[in-house]
């Protein structure tokens, strides 16, 4: 593709060019069978790709899987149920006892909650680093199988100049992993700046809806065959038929959606600015890193004491408090409520945030609505 955001036309190359329904059906089967022995014989024996098994793959899958491989600029792709699915299955293929992972700080919590109960007491050391270790270490990486990162990390929103990090990995031999769900592929294609793999939790932006829970790799077809061979038919973590029909659905209109979250935030960025009370406002813009062409709607603000966070969220009107993103509806997640989990004491400083600050969603509603919404319920949040 030339130009980024060209999502919509990815459509046609998918489907092909000899007419029928203009969105892939949804087959929704468990099986396929086959019309001789031949045909079984070969299918199993991996001299054909047909579909056998709906855990293992599926046509309306497959479609959706080819649109995303093309939209990242991947060799090919695989989906799954979830976004954490896609991670844990895709860090599993690669690592074992003994290996090492370089993660950057301030990664989604659900990822950070992996590595340390689950892939800790299995052997598998991570960790945790700044941006500005992955890129200004060049021997950072020496030794690490693995560096998994997120551009803009969780939280605080801090970007990475990726070439620079796959320079890096690429001397020490290391694979690199990044979770693009905030960026999508219409703002960030990491792929063309050397990373090897590239994960989303196709629930936010790529679906768009609020309507569906998945996520999907891209990567070089030998990557993504170790995925398939390996951990998809294991864990069994598959993305189902009328999800994959859902997520091609949101992509057709991904970029119009991407270009509107983007305004809206370039409005807050600009009047959250003139706030006395606003102490950091956490927005990456198009060109702060490069390979990074535009601004997500998705962004933290660190607001002074003079503010009561609960209070600012119940007077809030047009935004709802909830976990997610990415779909029509605007959102705020304090981060004392994002980071608190059942069990875990102190989740605020282990992740190093400020109970001042709050996470904003912005959905697809008229921005002057939402800002005047923003701008009431701080005046009556101030004490």
Request: charged share 20%.
């Amino acid at each position: 593709m030339s130009e980024p955001g060209d999502i919509a036309t990815l459509l046609a190359a998918v489907l092909g060019d000899d007419g029928g329904p203009v969105t892939p059906p949804i087959v929704q089967s468990s099986l396929f069978t086959f019309d001789s022995y031949r045909d079984f014989e070969d299918r199993m024996a991996g001299r054909t790709d047909t579909a056998i098994y709906t855990r293992v793959q599926n046509p309306t899958v497959a479609a959706f899987e080819g649109l995303m491989a093309k939209a990242e600029v991947g060799e090919a792709a695989v989906g799954f149920a979830s976004g954490m699915a896609a991670i844990s299955s895709t860090l599993l293929a690669f690592v074992q006892p003994g290996d090492k992972v370089a993660c950057v700080e301030h990664v989604y919590p659900d990822t950070f909650r992996l590595m340390e109960r689950m892939l800790r007491p299995f052997g598998i050391e991570t960790a945790y680093y700044p941006p500005s270790r992955f890129e200004d270490d060049p021997d950072l990486l020496e030794g690490a199988k693995v560096a998994y990162l997120e551009s803009p990390s969780s939280v605080v929103f801090q970007p990475l100049n990726l070439r620079r990090v796959a320079e890096h990995a690429q001397r020490h031999g290391t694979l690199t992993m990044i979770d693009n769900s905030w960026a999508s592929p219409v703002f960030q294609r990491p792929i063309t700046s050397g990373i090897d793999i590239v994960l989303h939790s196709a629930s936010k932006y790529i679906s768009g809806h609020s309507d569906t829970v998945a996520g999907v790799v891209v990567s070089s077809h030998a990557n993504i065959a170790r995925i398939r061979d390996l951990t998809l038919p294991l864990l069994g973590a598959k993305l189902a038929p009328f999800e994959a029909f859902l997520l091609t659905r949101g992509l057709r209109t991904l970029s119009i959606r991407m270009r509107q979250h983007e305004a809206t935030a370039n409005l807050f960025v600009d009047r959250l600015a003139t706030l006395p009370q606003v102490r950091r406002i956490n927005s990456p813009g198009a060109n702060e890193v490069p390979g990074l062409t535009g601004r997500s709607g998705l962004m933290s603000v660190e607001f002074d004491d003079s503010v009561d966070i609960p209070r600012l969220s119940d007077a809030l009107k047009h935004f709802r408090l909830g976990v997610s993103w990415g779909g029509f509806e605007s959102l705020i997640l304090p981060a004392g409520v994002a980071l608190a989990q059942a069990g875990e004491q102190n989740s605020l400083q282990k992740f190093g945030v400020s109970p001042q600050l709050v996470r904003l969603s912005f959905g697809l509603e008229d921005a002057e609505d939402l800002w005047a919404d923003f701008e009431a319920a701080l005046t009556k949040s101030v004490t």
